[in-house]
Each structure stands twice: as structure tokens, then as C-alpha cells.
């Protein structure tokens, strides 16, 4: 395939995606909250795989919400359904989305490799909000001016010290549902 058509195909994708996330979008105000108080933010993640990957971890584990920071739109096909099921709120800046957690009593925590408490050596609150930062260069704000901000790790034994943000997402919020399992029949669902 010549440059020409490559970009052409890549552009026609792009659009596809945008036509999609908006139908879903949509449907998205009708999403309910899970079972589990826990929020993920996703602070500027690629419009690409992982966000919807990680809607799909949020439903599976019955995350209240998903926050998406300087976003506009995201491939909704990854989430396989999951986009219209789980509730997102959409945020310009980070500053915007930290007032609004602690305002409603959550306690915002940051992955960093290396720093911080291990995930499963830490009692989580019942209203914890985990905000995972862009696939390359991590979160959009300096930690040290949000005070309530906590800092997590996920323990590491390999050389590489770097996870895929939605593996890493998914490992975070299984922690947290170990640690705040609801009893739920699985009819009811």
C-alpha cells in the first residue's frame, strides 16, 4: 500500500471511530453506575485501544464511573459494548476532575513505578479514584500540587518496569474489588 492510500485508509478509520464514539456517546447518558464506588480517570490516554480496554475492565469489575481527561473522542469498538454501560465524564483539565472527586469525599491515587505503597499492601477507600496517565509521557500535572493525591505502584520483578496502561488499570481495579467485594447475585445481573 503507497503513503497516499495508507493515509487516506488511516484518515477514513480515524472518521469511522469519531462516528462511532458519537452514536455511543449517546447511549453512553443512559449508563448507570457499577456496583463498586471506585472511579478510573484517564488523564489525555491515545484515542486508540486502551480507553475502551479499559471500559471494558471499569464494567467488568463494576467501576462507578469513568473520567477521561482531554479527550474529544476515543475508538469505542475495543470496549466491546462496555462505553454504553459505564458512565464517563469528560473534563478539559485535570484541576477540573481533582475538585470534583474530592468534593464528593474520593481519595484521587496515581501509579508510578517505583513510588508509593504496592497496591496490595494498601487498604483502598471504598471511594478511590485511580488516574492513569497517557501511554507515553504519564500524567498532565505535577502530583505535588494536589495534596490529596496518593501515590501507588504495582511491584514489578522484570527489567522492562512498564505495564500497558489498561493491563494496568485492570490490575488495580481487581485490588480493589478483592479488597470491597460486594456479595451480588449473578442472576441480578
Not at 146 to 164: D, E, H, M, W
Request: some cysteine.
Amino acid at each position: 500500500m503507497g503513503n497516499h492510500k495508507l493515509r487516506k485508509w488511516i484518515r477514513a478509520e480515524k472518521e469511522e471511530a469519531k462516528r462511532n464514539f458519537r452514536r455511543q456517546k449517546n447511549k453512553n447518558k443512559l449508563a448507570s453506575p457499577g456496583i463498586h464506588k471506585c472511579i478510573v480517570v484517564l488523564d489525555g490516554l491515545k484515542p486508540t485501544f486502551n480507553i475502551g480496554k479499559i471500559f471494558r475492565s471499569a464494567e467488568t469489575f463494576g467501576c462507578h464511573e469513568v473520567h477521561l481527561i482531554g479527550t474529544d473522542f476515543f475508538d469505542p469498538a475495543p470496549a466491546m459494548g462496555a462505553f454504553k454501560w459505564v458512565p464517563a465524564q469528560f473534563h478539559q483539565r485535570f484541576v477540573t476532575c481533582y475538585a470534583q472527586l474530592l468534593e464528593r469525599g474520593y481519595t484521587p491515587f496515581v501509579l508510578a513505578p517505583g513510588q508509593g505503597d504496592a497496591v496490595m499492601d494498601t487498604d483502598l477507600p471504598k471511594k478511590s479514584a485511580f488516574v492513569f496517565g497517557h501511554e507515553e509521557f504519564g500524567i498532565s500535572f505535577e502530583p505535588d500540587l494536589f495534596p490529596a493525591v496518593k501515590q501507588l505502584n504495582i511491584p514489578q520483578y522484570g527489567r522492562s518496569q512498564s505495564l500497558n496502561v489498561s493491563v494496568a488499570a485492570s490490575i488495580i481495579l481487581y485490588e480493589y474489588v478483592r479488597q470491597h467485594a460486594k456479595a451480588v447475585d449473578r442472576r441480578d445481573l
